[in-house]
């Protein structure tokens, strides 16, 4: 097994490591706490299956099966299948998730702790996955952010990213916002929150999951909103994942900014998702 800090802000990466050293409880244990202190871990070329990836799974928490059921795998519900391919004329999973910067789904009272995604078709030069640090945005926000945000709570909302289905063919724009307003219910965060692990502070918000800050009027949500886009994709601070076959990703779904980037016309992808509550 080689071990090694990915940036000095963001992530430990392991190689040389099987399912059957990934079953060794000094391992798994090694690899929780490096989750814990530095919010991302990447395993490189994990071979599992998918029962062996629930298995990984339940030993950090409870696998929490994803809100969308049509896009759950076809025999195990708790792993979504985030895929642009296709099968018999039909699609394997959700294609084009997640390209935009957030935390995971924050938009819900209680998020899982965890998002544990399994490379199962993956090219190696394009759609590649990036990640930043929500404690290291926290420390770049200004001083007068840091007091203006620190007692203040975010409205969290799904309404900006739900995507249109058969069912909503004929709604306008104004009921399909009603319509997801009322089956996912706009949750509020503080925006300022602490790390139980690392005792470190950091932001809590996102634009695109997000309708507002309560207590900044339309021009303070406006130059806030700004300021996290232009802190979030800053690229000195930014990690990109290029995938290799069978990369195995774990990350804390509050302290970690990701986003997926785009894939040329004709590339396929799958991969495997997991959402785990903790314990």
């Known amino acids: 097994m080689q071990k090694r800090d990915l940036t000095d802000f963001i992530g430990v990466e392991y190689t040389g490591l099987t399912y059957d050293d990934l079953s060794r409880g000094e391992v798994f244990a090694d690899i929780v706490d490096a989750l814990h202190q530095r919010d991302l871990v990447v395993l490189r070329r994990a071979e599992l299956t998918p029962q062996q990836q629930i298995q990984l799974a339940q030993r950090i928490g409870r696998p929490v099966p994803f809100v969308f059921q049509e896009w759950r795998h076809p025999e195990f519900a708790e792993i979504l299948v985030s895929s642009n391919e296709r ?9 084009r998730v997640g390209n935009f910067w957030h935390q995971d789904s924050s938009y819900v009272a209680e998020p899982p702790e965890y998002t544990m995604l399994h490379g199962v078709n993956v090219p190696g030069d394009c759609g590649h996955t990036l990640f930043a ?8 926000l200004p001083e007068e952010w840091k007091a203006r945000l620190k007692e203040l709570v975010g409205r969290h909302t799904l309404t900006k990213q739900q995507r249109i289905e058969p069912e909503h063919v004929g709604l306008s724009i104004a009921e399909l916002r009603a319509l997801v307003a009322q089956q996912y ?3 509020e965060h503080p925006v300022i929150r602490v790390d139980p692990h690392t005792g470190r502070p950091y932001l809590y918000a996102a634009r695109e999951y997000m309708d507002s800050v309560v207590g900044l009027d339309a021009n303070g949500n406006q130059e806030f909103f700004d300021l996290v886009d ?5 690229p000195q601070r930014v990690y990109t994942h290029r995938w290799t076959p069978s990369d195995l990703l774990i990350w804390k779904t509050a302290t970690t900014y990701h986003k997926a980037t785009d894939l040329p016309p004709g590339t396929s ?3 495997h998702r997991v959402s785990i509550a903790g314990r």
């Open 133 to 140: 640090s929500a404690a290291d945005v926290h420390d770049r």
């Open 185 to 187: 219910p706009a949750v």
């Open 269 to 271: 992808r799958t991969v």
């Open 87 to 95: 099968r018999n004329n039909r699609p394997v999973g959700v294609p």
């Open 230 to 234: 232009a802190l979030v994709p800053d």
